[in-house]
């Protein structure tokens, strides 16, 4: 419990080099599930750290998790990635995981590559 507690408050920032913008990840614990927000653009030069998020996340073996991408404005096709093994790690324990606020360009991605269907 004090792995969740801890990692509720984990803010994990990174900037792009070619701009001024980056992604964020937000994290917090509700009652029933682990909320993951994705704030920025999720692309190759944050590959690291969202690689890094999603193992830890697996780790915790929580029920559900809920990724937020409402504030994410680009998604590359190795995050993409990213949150298929994300998905198949979590299934192995019997985890469920759900994709909420998709919009413009991110939820075109993820519908077109069928990503949305492995998420509940």
């Known amino acids: 419990m004090a792995l969740l ?6 803010r994990i ?8 913008q980056g992604l964020t990840i937000e994290e917090s614990l509700e009652p029933d599930c682990v909320v993951v927000k994705l704030i920025g653009l999720a692309d190759s030069d944050s590959s690291t750290v969202l690689e890094r998020e999603v193992l830890r996340l697996n780790a915790l073996r929580a029920a559900l998790i809920v990724f ?5 404005t680009f998604i590359s096709s ?3 990635g990213l949150l298929v093994s994300f998905r198949k ?10 994709l909420k606020g998709l919009t413009g ?16």
């Open 13 to 20: 920032t990174i900037m792009n080099d070619h701009t001024s």
């Open 78 to 80: 190795l995050a993409i």
């Open 89 to 98: 790690g979590q299934s192995r324990y019997g985890g469920k995981a759900l």
């Open 105 to 120: 360009s991110v939820a075109e991605a993820l519908q077109r590559t069928r990503v949305t269907e492995l998420f509940i």
């Open 68 to 72: 937020d991408l409402s504030q994410l």
């Open 5 to 10: 507690q801890a990692a509720t408050a984990s």
